[in-house]
């Protein structure tokens, strides 16, 4: 009997096995070579799923050797913790997306998305450090796209500026999720007409935004809308709240773009966790 670690390292490898170029090649380094991208993004979803630090996540696969080898490493060809922390930047924004959309895959999502922000805290850092590297901003705001049937999460953006409204954010994400979906919700800061035109116009999107009530009619607006289909919108705010209680409200990252990649992966980690506690089947191969 598998145990549930094991199942989610089987998802993990077989959604990376989907994203990663050098799956083929040898994992460990011979004759002075590095570990391949494979590995390490196999590696570095184990550290965020189990929670631990770089030398911690090493420790424990190394009295793992079943896990290990299902990612294609001998618990003697493990990376160094610096190693491992270091191979964090080579891994592309893009690559933690594209790991993002195979997660989803593994469950039979729904026709209705919902969309919200948050914020997560940065790890603190000493005065010196923060003088240094003018690390000022402490939250990072993160924007979900998620499936309100399965409560999966479809698509991220990530930002650590004020700039730009919602409602940008908003086009962005139901851009790219415009073939799966077909009812979009949100609370009222996305409230803007433009967008509502945007996404029934050119998105064959069904927008439910509440109107911010502004002005007498903006109340029989907000009585058409179907109460049941909005109230789905907290199903965000749930998915929000089980990724920080399971994996953490600080990210461990300093610098910004690690940050968005830590934060990419840890929504792809919460995906592959939810399949492989439900138990859903790895899909066929094509």
Same mark, same amino acid.
């Given at each position: 009997?598998? /145990?549930?670690?094991?199942?989610? /390292? ?27 991208? $494979? $590995? ?10 189990? %929670? &631990? ?5 090493? %420790?424990?696969? /190394? ?35 594209? =790991? ?8 039979? &999502? ?6 919200? !922000? ?6 603190? !850092? ?6 240094? &590297? ?5 939250? =990072? ?6 499936? &309100? ?17 919602? !409602?940008?954010?908003?086009?962005? =994400?139901?851009?790219?999720? !415009? ?13 803007? /007409? ?33 109460? %049941? ?20 409200? @600080?990210?461990? @990252? ?20 939810? @399949? ?11």
């Amino acid at each position: 009997m598998s /145990t549930r670690i094991f199942r989610f /390292t089987e998802r993990v490898v077989f959604a990376v096995k989907r994203v990663a170029d050098d799956w083929d090649e040898p994992a460990a380094p011979e004759g002075g070579g590095g570990f391949t991208d $494979a $590995a390490m993004i196999s590696l570095h979803c184990l550290r965020i799923y189990l %929670d &631990t630090t770089y030398r911690m996540t090493i %420790d424990l696969l /190394t009295e793992m050797p079943r896990i290990s080898r299902e990612i294609g490493l001998e618990p003697a060809d493990l990376p160094h913790p610096s190693t491992f922390c270091l191979a964090f930047d080579r891994i592309e924004m893009g690559v933690c997306r594209t =790991l993002l959309q195979q997660s989803a895959q593994f469950h039979n &999502t729904g026709p209705i998305g919902a969309i919200d !922000a948050t914020f997560f805290e940065r790890s603190p !850092a000493s005065r010196s450090y923060c003088n240094k &590297t003018k690390y000022e901003v402490q939250d =990072l705001k993160a924007t979900k796209l998620v499936d &309100t049937e399965t409560n999966v999460i479809l698509d991220l953006h990530c930002t650590t500026t004020r700039e730009g409204s919602d !409602a940008d954010i908003c086009k962005q =994400l139901a851009r790219r999720q !415009a073939d799966e979906l077909q009812v979009l919700t949100a609370d009222k800061g996305y409230d803007c /007409t433009w967008l509502r035109e945007y996404l029934r116009e050119d998105l064959d999107l069904r927008p439910l935004i509440k109107h911010c009530i502004n002005k007498p009619y903006d109340h029989a607006h907000n009585a058409r809308i179907d109460d %049941d289909l909005y109230h789905q919108r907290s199903m965000s705010e749930t998915v929000f709240s089980s990724v920080k209680r399971s994996l953490g409200v @600080a990210l461990r @990252a300093r610098s910004w773009y690690r940050e968005f990649r830590e934060i990419a992966l840890m929504c792809a980690v919460y995906n592959i966790k939810e @399949a492989a506690k439900q138990e859903i089947p790895l899909p066929s191969c094509d």
